[in-house]
């Protein structure tokens, strides 16, 4: 294995193996002029969107990322299906109800994942 590589895993492997998951159902998604994405999972409650990445700047995940979530989204509204959503270990899910996390100010996150059923 490429030593560079190896260095980025060892680098990257605790944020993913130390994170935090929200499992959620999508309440709505949109993306705003600005090109901000936002999702408002059901575990912020009430008016609670998060920007999670923009579709035209690098904002929490290079551009090609930001668009594989915007159809992960997407196809969780369409389908009706829970997703996880992963923050880095210092983020628990319960703090992102609180409305100084909403709209821009949202923790970048890891990843987020559709579950099959």
């Given at each position: 294995m490429n030593k560079a590589i190896a260095f980025f895993l060892l680098l990257t492997a605790p944020s993913i193996l130390f994170a935090t998951i929200c499992p959620t159902k999508v309440i709505s998604t949109h993306v705003d002029s600005s090109?901000?994405?936002?999702v408002r999972p059901d575990f912020t409650g009430g008016d609670g969107h998060l920007v999670i990445?923009?579709?035209?700047?690098?904002?929490?995940?290079?551009?090609?990322?930001?668009?594989?979530?915007?159809?992960?989204?997407?196809?969780?509204?369409a389908t009706g299906k829970q997703i996880d959503i992963s923050y880095?270990?210092?983020v628990k899910c319960e703090i992102l109800k609180d409305e100084k996390y909403h709209y821009n100010k949202?923790?970048?996150?890891?990843?987020?994942?559709?579950h099959d059923q």
């Amino acid at each position: 294995m490429n030593k560079a590589i190896a260095f980025f895993l060892l680098l990257t492997a605790p944020s993913i193996l130390f994170a935090t998951i929200c499992p959620t159902k999508v309440i709505s998604t949109h993306v705003d002029s600005s090109g901000d994405v936002l999702v408002r999972p059901d575990f912020t409650g009430g008016d609670g969107h998060l920007v999670i990445c923009n579709l035209e700047i690098v904002k929490n995940a290079p551009i090609s990322v930001c668009k594989a979530w915007l159809t992960i989204l997407e196809s969780a509204i369409a389908t009706g299906k829970q997703i996880d959503i992963s923050y880095p270990d210092n983020v628990k899910c319960e703090i992102l109800k609180d409305e100084k996390y909403h709209y821009n100010k949202a923790p970048a996150l890891n990843y987020i994942l559709l579950h099959d059923q």
